[in-house]
């Protein structure tokens, strides 16, 4: 299946990493998500009921990150997939992709991130 809706650059803030500055406030996150699912019905009938509500996915990925407090991203990646594919039966895979944009490193680098696929048995 070549169906993908993707959904790109969302924001939040939250507690990630295992540094004491980082366990004592929350910091600036960026994901991609990508859900692979059919969307044939939905394209055929133009009927947004039948197909994912990325409204939904989008809400649930911002509680996840703000409600956990996690040492590591590879925690929270895969926690969010596994919150997302649980959301909706009709999704095939979720792809999870999370990036630090201040990380509490001294070199100069843009973000630091981890991404996750998770597949329906």
Do not use: H, W
């Amino acid at each position: 299946m070549s169906d993908l809706i993707e959904l790109r650059k969302l924001r939040c803030s939250a507690v990630v990493g295992v540094l004491a500055e980082e366990r004592e406030r929350a910091q600036p996150l960026v994901f991609d998500i990508d859900l692979a699912r059919s969307f044939d019905e939905a394209a055929a009938r133009d009927d947004v009921g039948a197909t994912t509500n990325y409204a939904s996915v989008l809400a649930l990925v911002v509680q996840v990150a703000t409600d956990g407090r996690f040492k590591l991203l590879e925690t929270l990646a895969r926690r969010v997939a596994n919150e997302v594919l649980a959301l909706d039966d009709a999704l095939t895979s979720v792809t999870v992709a999370v990036r630090k944009v201040r990380p509490p490193v001294p070199e100069d680098v843009a973000s630091v991130g981890v991404r996750c696929s998770l597949q329906r048995p």
